[in-house]
């Protein structure tokens, strides 16, 4: 069992940063990749980033490539999802999830087998 606890939403102006933290409690987190995912008010929840085991690979939705970086410290048990050039397009729930047993970066929702409960990012224009 893996629990994951998402924090560092919050409202940021157009072109600002925010950097989101994934703590995880479990022993399958270091061992598993780990991706965020977002869900925009009226649609559906969407890939983002996923980041592999070890840090080594990473994958980014075309939307965000360039502008987000996913990174991890296993010894935290944490992901973090560094956001730059936000745009209002971006305000969302952000979640992270735990795909256990990865052998690939998927950007699958069903893939994946734990999940936080999100937190809130705001872009104003």
């Known amino acids: 069992q893996v629990q994951l606890v998402e924090t560092g939403g919050g409202l940021v102006q157009a072109g600002g940063s925010l950097r989101l933290s994934c703590a995880a409690s479990g022993r399958t987190f270091s061992s598993a990749a780990v991706g965020w995912f977002r869900q925009a008010p009226g649609k559906e929840r969407e890939f983002a980033a996923v980041i592999s085991w070890d840090g080594s690979s990473t994958a980014y939705a075309d939307s965000v490539k360039g502008r987000f970086t996913i990174t991890r410290d296993n010894a935290r048990a944490t992901v973090y999802l560094r956001m730059d050039s936000l745009k209002p397009e971006d305000t969302a729930v952000y979640f992270c999830?735990?795909?256990?047993?990865?052998?690939?970066?998927?950007?699958?929702?069903?893939?994946?087998?734990?999940w936080g409960q999100g937190t809130q990012v705001t872009v104003s224009s």
């Open positions: 999830a735990v795909h256990r047993r990865a052998t690939r970066l998927s950007d699958r929702q069903s893939e994946y087998d734990y």
